[in-house]
């Protein structure tokens, strides 16, 4: 599953109002990953030189977004990317899915957003460090 995210660059007031402006992502051993984006880019503040788009990263993604100007002799600027898209997976399945409190086990169950797919459990328990599911004062990944 792909991830999409706003991504931003400064190439300055000089470079405002530029049509030509696009990106390129650049995996980590250097090859390049897909063609030169244009579309979909534009300027965040009319003269400010500072461009903003909407960039999808592949699961396996891990390098950087290397933007240019796209001048006959362009300015470049770049931003690494680390891959964090099962860090935000894992968040996303977290806050978008179903909690369950198990009672029996003293445990919360994370679901995905399908609502049947566990992501996570995490033990419950009182102030004292007993097992609990009333006054909960503590959870632990399980």
Same mark, same amino acid.
Request: overall charge neutral; aromatic content about 10%; hydrophobic content about 35%.
């Given at each position: 599953?792909? /991830?999409?995210?706003? !991504? ?6 000089? !470079?405002?109002?530029? +049509?030509?402006?696009?990106? @390129? ?7 390049? +990953? ?12 009319? %003269?400010?030189?500072?461009?903003? #788009?909407?960039?999808?990263? #592949? $699961?396996?993604?891990?390098?950087? *977004?290397?933007? $240019?100007? %796209?001048? +006959?002799?362009? #300015?470049? #600027? ?5 891959? *964090?898209?099962? !860090?935000?997976?894992? /968040?996303? $399945? /977290? ?6 409190? $198990? ?5 919360? /169950?994370?679901? !995905? ?7 996570? @459990? ?16 503590? @959870?632990? @990944?399980?």
């Amino acid at each position: 599953m792909s /991830i999409l995210l706003l !991504k931003n660059v400064n190439f300055g007031s000089g !470079k405002s109002g530029l +049509s030509t402006v696009g990106y @390129r992502l650049i995996h980590t051993n250097g090859s390049v +990953s897909g063609s030169r984006v244009t579309t979909n880019i534009g300027e965040i503040l009319a %003269g400010s030189g500072l461009y903003s #788009a909407s960039v999808y990263f #592949a $699961d396996n993604f891990s390098g950087s *977004i290397v933007w $240019d100007t %796209g001048e +006959s002799s362009p #300015a470049f #600027a770049t931003e690494e990317y680390n891959g *964090i898209n099962e !860090k935000v997976e894992f /968040i996303r $399945d /977290i806050e978008g899915g179903r909690w369950k409190i $198990d009672s029996t086990t003293k445990e919360m /169950i994370f679901f !995905k957003q399908n609502n049947t797919s566990e992501v996570a @459990r995490f033990g419950l328990s009182g102030s004292s460090g007993t097992p609990q599911v009333s006054n909960v004062f503590e @959870r632990n @990944r399980n």
